[in-house]
């Protein structure tokens, strides 16, 4: 594989970058003293810059591409869907053979009972169509009381002001006026957070008690849904006790409250399920997704919706006054559906499953026995590790850096220096890779892992 063919110079770009365009969650003051990097190409699992440098994609993008770069089969049939019909919108009683079709594998691949699907362009849009469906809902069966949602500190649901909301991120909600009215948040199912002498069992146990507290204290004629990640992604690849999300679902049908399942991330393979409800083994009644159902070939997100909601909402609803222009996007759709071919007739579920999964979580555990490692842990293709400044046999007695992020990006850069892109989160580095990353290609990314947190040391 060659370094791509370049028609530009790259420090004139960088100084068009500098000068125009504003990157998302980006100090730019810091930007403008390095450049940013310029990525030029990719293939498989690994991308290449402007100068040359060959990284592996130990982030999938941002968590989505899950079938990997440079699928020509998934470009053509963006080609050939634009050649035919480009756009045209789903409102005014008009349709798309994409969007009907994908829809209809949709409701086939998520757990029962979801027969619904509701199109945005991203994450962010979903989770917004989220807050306002289920507000909706309770409108209809006539309590308009019922608005609260309940999410989680460190919890990711976008950046729309609703998205935002949702999510628990404090630095976000320090800026813009968050969250809007009639969202709360409880603590997190963090493990490395528990009281000392607690086993994980126990804790999620607690952690789910969490949300019961909170619905009385509110009253629970005033909580219309939950919303979690199976896993908490952005927040630092949290893996909940296997305790917790059963527990959370029994807490949700004791006081009827609707459960949502924000699965941008865990949609679509990455932790060995199609979806990660199915791992957690609960039932949402709405499941967001958006990532990994185009493999971020091109933007596309969505609600699925459970039979619950959906029956409600077309039985007594009329109209639903909601929705974007490129809700249900022909050529999006297309990608879609030619990306779900490739995870079907690759079997990248099953592997992730049953092969690399259990590989990586073996691989990555082994660097627990570093000297700046806490815990190193995964679930199928989400992976974590805990920056510590004194590590000790159980976490609870690790010392933690007193600026753990600082000591993560210094890490971060030495990693990109060994050809690895990896994400610095708090106290913690992660890796979501492509779900076509093989056995071979695990060794590789820990390796290349190891030798960075050499480097920090
Ligand atoms: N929900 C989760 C769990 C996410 O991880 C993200 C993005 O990382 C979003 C929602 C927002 O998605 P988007 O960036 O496509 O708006």
């Given amino acids: 594989i060659k370094t791509p063919q370049q028609d530009f110079d790259t420090a004139a770009i960088r100084q068009l970058d500098s000068a125009h365009f504003l990157h998302p969650f980006t100090d730019h003051g810091s930007l403008a003293e390095k450049g940013a990097r310029v990525m030029v190409r990719g293939e498989g699992i690994y991308l290449w810059d402007s100068e040359g440098h060959k990284i592996l994609d130990g982030m999938s993008g941002l968590w989505c591409v899950n079938v990997g770069y440079g699928r020509t089969s998934i470009s053509q049939a963006v080609y050939r869907q634009m050649e035919t019909l480009p756009f045209y919108n789903s409102f005014f009683n008009t349709t798309n053979v994409p969007a009907v079709?994908?829809?209809a594998q949709l409701a086939q691949l998520a757990p029962a009972p979801f027969k619904h699907v509701f199109f945005t362009s991203s994450g962010s849009e979903a989770n917004d169509t989220n807050v306002r469906l289920v507000r909706r809902y309770w409108d209809l069966l006539g309590h308009p009381e019922r608005h609260t949602i309940i999410g989680r500190v460190n919890g990711y649901h976008g950046s729309t002001m609703a998205g935002a909301s949702l999510g628990g991120m404090a630095g976000m909600h320090a800026?813009?006026?968050?969250p809007i009215p009639g969202i709360v948040h409880i603590g997190q199912p963090n493990y490395a957070e528990a009281p000392k002498g607690m086993t994980e069992a126990e804790f999620g146990i607690v952690a789910a008690g969490w949300l019961e507290q909170k619905i009385l204290e509110l009253g629970p004629d005033k909580v219309a849904a939950f919303i979690g990640e199976p896993v908490q992604g952005a927040g630092g690849v949290i893996i909940p006790p296997p305790t917790y999300w059963p527990e959370i679902q029994r807490i949700c049908d004791k006081y009827d409250v609707l459960l949502i399942a924000d699965e941008v991330i865990t949609g679509f393979g990455r932790l060995g399920t199609w979806f990660g409800s199915e791992l957690m083994q609960i039932?949402?009644?709405?499941?967001?997704f958006a990532k990994g159902v185009t493999s971020g070939y091109v933007p596309l997100?969505?609600?699925?919706?459970?039979?619950?909601?959906?029956?409600?909402?077309?039985?007594k609803g009329g109209e639903f006054n909601h929705g974007f222009t490129y809700s249900g996007h022909p050529v999006a759709c297309a990608a879609a559906l030619e990306n779900l071919r490739i995870i079907q007739d690759e079997q990248l579920v099953?592997?992730?499953?049953?092969d690399t999964g259990p590989y990586l979580k073996q691989k990555f555990a082994s660097l627990s026995d570093h000297p700046l490692v806490g815990h190193a842990d995964s679930l199928g293709f989400v992976a974590g590790l805990n920056l510590v400044r004194k590590k000790a046999e159980h976490l609870h007695d690790c010392v933690p850096f007193d600026q753990a992020l600082h000591v993560g990006m210094i890490c971060r850069g030495y990693m990109f220096a060994n050809g690895i892109i990896m994400r610095a989160v708090g106290d913690r580095m992660i890796v979501a890779p492509p779900l076509v990353m093989t056995q071979a290609q695990v060794d590789e990314m820990v390796d290349r892992i190891r030798q960075s947190l050499d480097d920090t040391l």
């Fill in 350 to 354: 099953n592997a992730v499953a049953v």
């Fill in 283 to 288: 039932q949402p009644d709405l499941i967001t």
């Fill in 175 to 178: 800026q813009g006026g968050l």
């Fill in 101 to 103: 079709t994908l829809a």
């Fill in 301 to 315: 997100g969505g609600v699925l919706v459970g039979s619950r909601v959906a029956h409600v909402l077309i039985e």
